[in-house]
């Protein structure tokens, strides 16, 4: 019926916590409208705070007398829809022990009730049918002593309650014979208060009834926007957003920005200028909302009528001739802009008709150097834009990648061209043809960059050269194996600056290493999907080269669970994961194997989104979906790779499913070394001898259970990648599922024995058995605390770590599940304290 309010989430800084008051007693400026009864229990104290508004304390203080019973019921509350509703008591409580005559009678507690109505008739009911919530105790009571220092001490407990099945309730404070004044009584419910992320929009989600529900909400795409993969994400009982899934992207012209995808508004004012009977001027202004800086103007023309086959000019200028048209013809015009986000729509039409012949030829002879310049600096234009679309350097977005991609899409494509509807279809434009591979839209396979003959092509292919003035540098915040990683700001025209992370090459490089080094980038340009790091350009143009990233402020995943051992709830780890498990089936999906999944190489952002990145080592599949590429000598990553891969280097998305099988051991285990500090040998040799590591501590089952289903000697019977998203989203949509956790007498049985930390045999000292633990912080305090050997240390209660000062549920979990597994293990003979 209630649970005390502990906040598992502290480290979710970036999801705020939403509640909304039902009742705040300090906020009411009039009655309370509570009863007393009887009338001389609780009694109101008419007191005011320096605003002069009122302050409902309520006190009784009966501790002399027998048998107290005194209530006091609060007006009927509205649970506005809300099932599951929080108390927060503020209160202060006189110690018993300072009153030495009411020893006998003088309680420390008192008693909170509700009663559940779908109106405010239920008040008079009996005391009997108020459900009790909990005896409310004080942490802090204050003494004689303290009143003579004005010192009140002032507790604060939050109850809760639910489900909740009327419209409403009332509570009730009991006093059996206790001297406490109730401060101030707030009543309130969560929510997950509405967001927008991945482009969809959550709306305003009350929590759900239960304390561990999590309520699964879909997202509606935002304006201008589609969905990729269905938008959701969960809202938990503290009311918080969590795991979310799926995205939408912006459709094709819009691009993402704050959020929003935003284009510049039509063109409205189109003017004509000179017309002869073969050209038509015309001249317009920028649009009224340009939503960013214009780049450059798109001109559709056709002739009237003739609408499947029309003409596309781009200007930079806000005037254009469309000349080679037929004397005494009618044409439609039509112009929209386009910025870093896009193009907007097209203007309304308008429409211009040629001179006739006739006409044409007594056109004002005045007009002609005026045309003969018109002309010549209009070629100039020209030629100046096709210099400035091929060169593509520039901080736009769109200019060095897109329109290397045109020219090679449409090598006939001039910079003024006349082509057919279905060739102009936007989808087509970005269809890529890359060294004789054609990409088909929506069958999108990885291309291997070594199938470049020349790796620089396949590096501009796929990433967007950057200008070094875009980027500026911060600080170092890694080494990779090519140089410093550094974290900056990347500001390109047209966009606002955003964070980054920039690797960098060092100086002295050798060719190889330079090819290695953007090799990655050229794998990683080739992704886009939001659990794939994601690549902002590159630097190649000039020293030192650099690759751009998106920012990822937690780093490193291993070393984020290091540091925040036991911090997360599980719901968080299985978020994680999911989102690990939904990149890496992306990557299947592509063709492509990682080779190098380990949990050192996913990065994790503030919002604890995690991303597969290190492209480094990676290889492609050859066409057969069966034929694994073999490599020569490269090193292997023994203690996260898939036996058949050390052994005949039989690399699959099947042996990236094994290594992601340890990645979900190390997030469970928040870090921990697969295997310890076996040797890569030994650990090779237990592998192929059917041992396999043993569940983390406090794992769920059912998690357990996909680990060793990752890790099947038969490639074959492993789960595939989408398969393991739908397990996962089936557990984060029924957390229940994640209570059976693996208990410790059959953790011991999946023992890789010589060498867990708590299989080890006999540990020689308390440090060696905490630090083995990665508890190691607490051997002073265990020491200094007389538990210095293993005997003194197997008799310690969680009631003696809270003593110690073991705050931390994560650590004392730990530390007694690992005592609770070395008694198991005592009695089973194994191993000797
Ligand atoms: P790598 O060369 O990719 O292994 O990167 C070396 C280290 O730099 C990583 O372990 C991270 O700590 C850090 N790092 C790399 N990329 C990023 C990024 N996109 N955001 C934040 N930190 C990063």
Redesign the pocket.
């Known amino acids: 019926m209630f649970t005390e309010i502990r906040n598992p989430y502290i480290f979710l800084n970036i999801f705020f916590l939403f509640t909304v008051n039902l009742l705040d007693s300090r906020t009411v400026m009039g009655d309370l409208g509570w009863i007393a009864y009887p009338k001389n229990g609780w009694e109101e104290i008419g007191e005011v705070d320096e605003n002069y508004a009122p302050i409902h304390t309520y006190q009784v203080c009966k501790v002399m007398e027998q048998n107290q019973n005194n209530w006091l019921l609060t007006s009927w509350i509205s649970n506005e829809g809300a099932s599951r509703i929080f108390i927060e008591l503020k209160f202060t409580l006189r110690d018993c022990n300072s009153l030495p005559g009411g020893l006998g009678t003088c309680k420390e507690t008192f008693n909170m009730y509700y009663f559940e109505s779908d109106d405010e008739d239920g008040r008079n009911i009996r005391e009997n049918q108020y459900i009790k919530i909990d005896t409310i105790a004080a942490d802090e009571s204050f003494t004689e002593l303290d009143l003579g220092d004005r010192v009140m001490k002032l507790n604060t407990e939050v109850r809760d309650v639910g489900p909740l099945t009327k419209k409403g309730f009332y509570l009730a404070f009991q006093d059996v014979g206790a001297c406490i004044a109730l401060v101030s009584v707030r009543v309130y419910y969560k929510k997950c208060p509405s967001v927008v992320r991945n482009l969809a929009r959550f709306p305003d989600t009350i929590t759900g009834a239960d304390s561990s529900q999590l309520l699964e909400v879909s997202g509606v795409c935002v304006n201008h926007s589609v969905t990729d993969e269905a938008p959701k994400m969960h809202c938990s009982a503290e009311g918080e957003w969590l795991v979310p899934i799926g995205k939408c992207l912006c459709k094709a012209g819009y691009e993402e920005k704050n959020n929003t995808c935003q284009a510049p508004s039509p063109v409205s004012s189109v003017k004509k200028g000179k017309i002869t009977k073969n050209s038509i001027s015309l001249s317009w202004q920028e649009p009224d909302r340009p939503n960013g800086i214009i780049l450059e103007y798109e001109i559709k023309y056709f002739e009237k009528d003739q609408e499947t086959s029309y003409t596309i000019i781009k200007s930079k200028e806000t005037m254009i001739t469309a000349d080679g048209l037929k004397p005494g013809s009618a044409y439609v015009f039509q112009i929209r802009a386009r910025t870093a986000a896009g193009y907007g729509g097209f203007s309304r039409r308008f429409e211009f008709e040629t001179s006739p012949v006739s006409v044409a030829a007594s056109s004002d002879q005045s007009q002609i150097p005026i045309i003969v310049v018109s002309v010549t600096v209009g070629v100039i234009l020209l030629a100046v834009v096709i210099g400035f679309l091929l060169s593509g350097s520039c901080c736009d977005h769109g200019c060095g990648w897109a329109s290397s991609l045109r020219a090679v899409a449409y090598p006939s494509l001039t910079w003024r061209c006349g082509y057919s509807k279905a060739k102009q279809d936007p989808e087509e434009e970005k269809m890529h043809f890359h060294n004789g591979h054609i990409k088909l839209p929506g069958v999108r396979t990885y291309i291997d960059p070594h199938t470049y003959e020349d790796p620089n092509q396949a590096v501009h292919e796929f990433a967007k050269e950057i200008e070094a003035s875009c980027i500026t540098i911060e600080r170092v915040?890694?080494?990779?194996?090519?140089g410093e990683?550094c974290?900056g700001r990347l500001k390109l025209q047209g966009k606002r600056e955003f964070p980054?992370?920039i690797?960098t090459l060092k100086v002295g490089y050798t060719e190889k290493q330079r090819r290695d080094f953007l090799g990655e980038a050229s794998i990683m340009g080739q992704f886009d999907h939001p659990n794939i790091?994601h690549l902002e350009g590159v630097v190649t143009k000039s020293k030192p080269v650099m690759i751009v990233?998106?920012?990822?402020?937690n780093?490193?995943l291993d070393?984020f669970l290091k540091k925040n051992d036991g911090q997360f709830t599980v719901i968080q780890l299985v978020g994680m994961l999911r989102g690990i498990a939904s990149g890496m089936k992306y990557l299947s999906d592509m063709g492509y194997v990682h080779r190098d999944l380990a949990a050192?190489?996913i990065?994790i952002n503030s919002n604890l989104v995690c991303k597969v990145?290190?492209f480094?080592l990676s290889r492609v599949l050859e066409d057969d979906p069966e034929a694994a590429y073999t490599t020569r000598g490269g090193k292997i990553p023994i203690r996260w790779t898939a036996p058949e891969a050390i052994a005949f280097r039989k690399f699959t998305s099947a042996s990236d499913v094994w290594s992601y099988g340890i990645v979900m051991w190390e997030v469970m285990s928040y870090g921990e070394r697969p295997y310890w500090e076996m040797t890569n040998q030994d650990v090779i040799k237990a592998v192929e001898e059917g041992y396999r590591l043993p569940s983390p501590m406090d794992c769920p089952a059912a998690l357990y259970q996909l680990m060793l289903d990752c890790w099947q000697k038969d490639r074959n019977s492993r789960p595939k990648f989408d398969e393991i998203v739908s397990m996962l989203d089936k557990l984060i949509r029924n957390p229940s599922s994640l209570k059976t956790l693996v208990n410790a007498s059959s953790r011991v049985s999946n023992l890789l024995v010589e060498h867990s930390p708590v299989g080890s045999g006999a540990y020689k000292s308390v440090g060696e058995w905490l630090e083995a633990i990665k508890m190691g912080r607490y051997t002073e305090i265990f020491m200094e605390n007389g538990y210095s050997s293993m005997d003194a240390v197997a008799q310690v209660t969680l009631e003696d770590l809270r003593r110690l000062g073991v705050t931390l549920v994560g650590h004392q979990k730990k530390i007694m599940n690992s005592l609770q597994e070395m008694k198991v293990q005592l009695v089973n003979g194994m191993v000797p304290l």
């Open positions: 915040i890694g080494a990779g194996e090519f990683v974290s980054v992370a690797k790091i990233t998106e920012y990822m402020e780093g490193s070393t050192r190489n990065l990145s290190d480094g």
